[in-house]
């Protein structure tokens, strides 16, 4: 089993910026996919950013050059640093981790971009 921990979620301006952070804990391989994935009130869940063990990442055309994923293997922990943040950004992040045979989820984190 593997669980799924998040934080760092909050209210912030826009152009702001925020860090949320997932620490897994469990049966964990590192070579395996994290990420995150967001859902806005009234939207499909949506995939933001994810990162490979070996470091390779993608990201959402909407948050290129403004979200950054990176991850700390030692640790179990993959962090999403938020720039440039936009009220478009408003929804609920959820962390996950995917092994071939299943995908894991964290809670999710409230992330309100407002003034």
């Known amino acids: 089993q593997v669980q799924l921990v998040e934080s760092g979620g909050g209210l912030v301006q826009p152009g702001g910026s925020l860090r949320l952070s997932c620490v897994a804990s469990?049966?964990?391989?590192?070579?395996?996919?994290m990420g995150w994935y967001r859902q806005a009130p009234g939207k499909e869940r949506e995939l933001v950013a994810k990162?490979?063990?070996?470091?390779?990442?993608m990201f959402a055309d909407s948050v290129k050059g403004r979200f950054f994923i990176s991850r700390d293997n030692a640790k179990n922990t993959v962090y999403l640093q938020m720039n440039s943040l936009k009220p478009e950004d408003t929804a609920v992040y959820y962390c996950?981790?995917?092994?071939?045979?299943?995908?894991?989820w964290g809670q999710g984190t409230q992330v309100t971009v407002s003034s």
């Open positions: 996950f981790y995917r092994v071939p045979s299943q995908v894991y």
């Open positions: 990162i490979m063990g070996g470091g390779s990442t």
């Open positions: 469990g049966s964990i391989f590192t070579m395996s996919a």
